[in-house]
T-cell receptor, first 112, second 115 residues
Framework: DAGVIQSPRHEVTEMGQEVTLRCKPI?????LFWYRQTMMRGLELLIY????????DSGMPEDRFSAKMPNASFSTLKIQPSEPRDSAVYFC??????????FGPGTRLTVT | QQQVKQSPQSLIVQKGGIPIINCAYE??????FPWYQQFPGKGPALLIA?????SEKKEGRFTISFNKSAKQFSLHIMDSQPGDSATYFC??????????????FGKGTRLHILP
């Protein structure tokens, strides 16, 4: 298995632009998680889905952030408009019910 | 009550030494405690995990010690090697292992093993 796939690996954008991060979970996994990692705040859970349905989005910082999972093999995290404080590494992870989470390689986002 | 507190933030140990990373939690509903290891440029990966029905678990050179009454747990790395240099996260969740799928992570410890 290729593991969790994220794209792009690096994204540099200007403040105010829309950013879309993409994730392909491991085939057969029914839970998907989006995390944000910064030096100051560590690893924060933003939102997670179970069977493509959002279960808990309490970690989404504000309305500028949105996430979708249109099918079992694809999810997006969108930031519109982006701000410099959104600069971080964003991870996607997936799991089967009652099993460990497998993380992707992350997307390093820089907003200038 | 959902927090997992981890210390130290960073740790430098000579090769062969035994780094110890400590974590504490408040929520008594937590019943699964994984440790994740993250190398630079990579995502975290599960290293070892424990449930509160045991006080210790060993996997190779990695040992988790668990104190249920104190609500504390720790990771020990025996005979540490430069290749163990990474960031380590403790975590906790409700479930065997993830009944509600959500894992609460500590802030991480950056470990550097000197050659």
């Amino acid at each position: 298995d290729a593991g969790v796939i994220q794209s792009p690996r690096h994204e540099v954008t200007e403040m105010g632009q829309e950013v879309t991060l993409r994730c392909k979970p491991i085939s057969g996994h029914n839970s998907l998680f989006w995390y944000r990692q910064t030096m100051m705040r560590g690893l924060e859970l933003l939102i997670y889905f179970n069977n493509n349905v959002p279960i808990d989005d309490s970690g989404m910082p504000e309305d500028r952030f949105s996430a979708k999972m249109p099918n079992a093999s694809f999810s997006t995290l969108k930031i519109q408009p982006s701000e410099p404080r959104d600069s971080a590494v964003y991870f996607c992870a997936s799991s089967q019910r009652d099993s460990e989470q497998y993380f992707g390689p992350g997307t390093r986002l820089t907003v200038t | 009550q959902q927090q997992v507190k981890q210390s130290p933030q960073s740790l430098i140990v000579q090769k062969g030494g035994i780094p110890i990373i400590n974590c504490a939690y408040e929520n008594t509903a937590f019943d699964y405690f994984p440790w994740y290891q993250q190398f630079p440029g990579k995502g975290p990966a599960l290293l070892i995990a424990i449930r509160p029905d045991v006080s210790e678990k060993k996997e190779g050179r990695f040992t988790i010690s668990f104190n249920k009454s104190a609500k504390q747990f720790s990771l020990h790395i025996m005979d540490s090697q430069p290749g163990d240099s990474a960031t380590y996260f403790c975590a906790a969740s409700n479930g065997p292992p993830c009944r509600d799928d959500k894992i609460i992570f500590g802030k991480g410890t950056r470990l550097h093993i000197l050659p």
